[in-house]
């Protein structure tokens, strides 16, 4: 295992990569390139990655305690099995477009991701697949779901204020009292 701790990664210094079982702690990823990068079982810890661009990327199994990955653009990063728990993911953007239609929307698949005490203010999901994710405590406020498929996904003691659900599949979703109150306020849902 590769452990990387207080470094600086900025430009293409990552691009072209693949990364497998490696731990980044306390890094900084400044204005990084992430071009046809590669990271499977990766630990970033206490690292910003914030501003970083994703091109044709990918994380397999990775985490990242007590990151920061505000206002950025998930448009070109595949993303599986990720534990997003107790980062702080502002402002951010998940969503696949069909290759060469920049218009059409295609699924982004995101089942199984934890995102449990997170902060994901302002972050706008679309055409996400969501099945099984875990929200538990996450701080939604002003969260935009937008035709996303949200069975089994735990939404308990989350915050959910001023969070949209716009036509989301929504089945055997948990939420708390406080939740449910939010979310039956909101537009677009269809409960069966």
Do not use: W
């Not at 070109?76 to 107790?86: G, R, T, V």
């Not at 477009?97 to 449990?116: D, V």
């Not at 979703?173 to 306020?185: A, K, M, P, V, Y």
């Amino acid at each position: 295992m590769t452990v990387y701790k207080n470094k600086q990664f900025s430009g293409d210094s990552l691009s072209e990569r693949e990364i497998e079982n490696s731990t980044f702690s306390h890094c900084q990823f400044l204005d990084a390139r992430l071009h046809f990068s590669f990271f499977k079982n990766c630990i970033f810890e206490n690292c910003d990655l914030s501003g970083s661009q994703f091109s044709v990327s990918s994380m397999i199994n990775c985490s990242f305690p007590d990151s920061k990955l505000s206002n950025l653009n998930f448009t070109n990063l595949e993303i599986k099995e990720c534990d997003f728990s107790n980062a702080v993911l502002k402002n951010c953007v998940f969503v696949h477009y069909k290759p060469g239609k920049a218009l059409f929307k295609k699924e982004f698949k995101l089942q199984g991701c934890k995102f449990l005490n997170a902060d994901l203010s302002l972050s706008a999901f679309s055409f996400c697949n969501l099945t099984g994710s875990d929200f538990f405590s996450a701080k939604l406020t002003s969260v935009l779901f937008e035709k996303c498929n949200l069975k089994i996904v735990n939404l308990s003691g989350a915050d959910i204020v001023g969070t949209s659900f716009v036509d989301c599949n929504i089945e055997n979703t948990i939420l708390d009292f406080s939740g449910f109150i939010q979310f039956g306020s909101s537009k677009g849902f269809v409960l069966s």
